[in-house]
């Protein structure tokens, strides 16, 4: 398809060109919609980064590693409104599903006597350890959804703020050059055949590598009790247990945005679509267990409040265990060999 | 082997009598060891009782039901204590690897800074909802422990009551009796191949029809959160969702002890031992839950104690979904064609 006649650091340039045009979309957009346009942001702001990780011997450095560092602090300031909504969504839907409840609203609702917006639902219940235990689950979904809520508006805040500031109006003037001008290094003139599918199969291999270094075994075995082993641990040993599966997780993204640059040849994995949805899952379970340990320490709330908040959090901790389940057939039983060629003639393009 | 010459009735009364014998030592043996003898009166009340129900056309009904009667009373007598004892040792487990403590008294000793045998730990954390969440996992197990330790106490004078009875008395002059007398019905003298494989095979036919109507296919699906739905429910959701489940083990319990009489020709069916263990284990887990709920319930228990209370309840309700998913898999990967004709020539004695 004419990748012969590219250069390595053309096809890099068109990439980045490409993403910083979404990047600017974006930017005219928030005007609209904000949450689609932080959405684009955010997912350009990631692409630049990944791939000016990637395919670092083609940009120079000097530019390269402040301007990733800028987008990492962008993509983490923008991702954390809507990971605070996703959370909320997932909590509550998992106590709907927990007390056998209709809807969501059926458990926000059940948390009589009080409306959504008053004071603290536990403190009707403060002292009532006998009270019955089906109401703890609607206090913890009110509980949540107070904490939830609150740290999402705190998080739409400093999204806005961080839009004014001037340290964001200088990533989007680097952005706004990267569209016309990319800082190569003289390594960036080789054909684009000849670097390009190198550095996408370094991306590919340190994620295989990370990926054949969890216990897999381990994981593939249903009801392992693995993931739960820590519920009731200090909080250490779930972040040690859980911090090789989301760096699995974040291997995964940079192969995949390695795979999309014009040229790189990427490997036919056709693990890689369900691995990031599942690893994706496992992230959201393990952080939203962490979010009910969290409410638990909330002073004076009720003991049903309490014992609904470690049902809750078993069963995201076990939600974990099944994403780790379902990753780890997916990669076994599909599993190719990480040191095989690369399959021949594989374009995403 | 010489199954021909031998009667309906001279079979099962062989069997009944060995049976009888075992009881009459148990009784003898309750002077030296009281578990071991109280697991011997156990295991022949319920072997007699199971066949009297199998092989209930051979034997005399105005004999055999209030007897049946009688000896369930003393099998569900004698079962209170150990299965207080194993589940608290189940629960205490379950906390030290929930909390990913070492060792049982790690957990129990943790329970700091109460002996384990002064006032109820939680008095000292009342109002404490900022109390760590690990000190709960120790006050849960110091609670677990006071109740089901109080629980077997008076189990334990409950069978010692029992044993004085003079209902007792009555049983164990019946079972005396069997030992030399087994009132026969007529159909008792028809030769043993005629009857006895037909009953047994009803027996095994029922055990069959309960377990293909559980909810097999979703149960052999890992990580379907089925038997975890009702955890913040109302327990009488947990209670219909077990019931199928330990109705099956006791038609199994059944078939097993109908297997065991000369000449009952069973079916070579490799399932029954391990899905016996399952259904045990089910069991278990299921009543386990149930004895964590009403713990939780104690009034004036701290959050951090209602809390580990909460991730143990879940913990044991995905044990019973661990439980069905095994029995399943086996059930279905394994499974015989329940209409297919008697394995030939199978014996068990």
Redesign the interface.
Not at 97 to 101: F, P, V
Not at 300 to 315: F, K, S
């Given at each position: 398809m004419g990748t012969v006649a590219i250069s390595a650091g053309g096809a890099f340039t068109a990439y980045l060109q490409q993403q910083a045009t979404a990047f600017l979309r974006g930017l005219s957009l928030r005007g609209e919609s904000e949450t689609e346009a932080d959405a684009l942001l955010r997912g350009s702001a990631r692409r630049i980064a990944g791939v000016l990780h990637t395919y670092a011997p083609l940009a120079d450095p000097g530019w390269a590693e402040p301007l990733r560092a800028e987008l990492a602090w962008l993509s983490a300031t923008l991702g954390r409104e809507p990971q605070y909504a996703t959370r909320l969504a997932r909590l509550v839907d998992a106590?709907r599903?927990?007390?056998?409840?209709g809807t969501p609203e059926a458990v926000l609702s059940a948390a009589l006597p009080l409306p959504s917006d008053g004071p603290p639902a536990e403190v009707a219940a403060a002292?009532g350890?006998?009270a019955p235990?089906?109401l703890?689950?609607a206090r913890a979904a009110a509980l949540l959804e107070r904490q939830l809520t609150l740290a999402r508006t705190r998080a739409h805040s400093a999204t806005l703020q961080a839009m004014g500031s001037s340290r964001f109006h200088g990533l989007a003037d680097s952005i706004a050059v990267l569209a016309s001008e990319v800082p190569l290094t003289p390594g960036a003139a080789q054909p684009a055949h000849e670097v390009l599918p190198a550095l996408a199969g370094q991306a590919y291999q340190r994620l295989c590598d990370a990926a054949d270094a969890l216990p897999l075994h381990r994981a593939a075995l249903?009801?392992n009790?693995e993931a739960?082993?820590?519920?009731?641990?200090?909080e250490l040993?779930a972040d040690l247990q859980d911090a090789p599966w989301h760096q699995v997780r974040i291997l995964l993204r940079l192969a995949r945005y390695a795979a999309e640059v014009p040229g790189a040849e990427p490997r036919a994995d056709e693990r890689l679509g369900d691995a990031a949805t599942l690893l994706q899952r496992h992230r959201e379970a393990s952080e939203s267990a962490a979010a009910v340990?969290s409410a638990?320490?909330?002073?004076?709330?009720?003991?049903?409040?309490?014992?609904?908040?470690?049902?809750?959090?078993?069963?995201q901790r076990?939600?974990v265990?099944?994403a780790r389940?379902a990753f780890s057939r997916l990669w076994q039983t599909q599993g190719q060999d990480a040191n095989a060629a690369p399959a021949p003639g594989v374009r995403t393009e």
């Open positions: 106590l599903r927990l007390s056998a409840a002292g350890g006998a235990l089906a703890g689950a249903p009801y009790a739960v082993q820590a519920a009731l641990g200090a040993t340990a638990a320490r909330t002073p004076r709330i009720a003991p049903a409040t309490a014992y609904a908040l470690g049902v809750l959090h078993a069963d076990h939600e265990e099944a389940f």
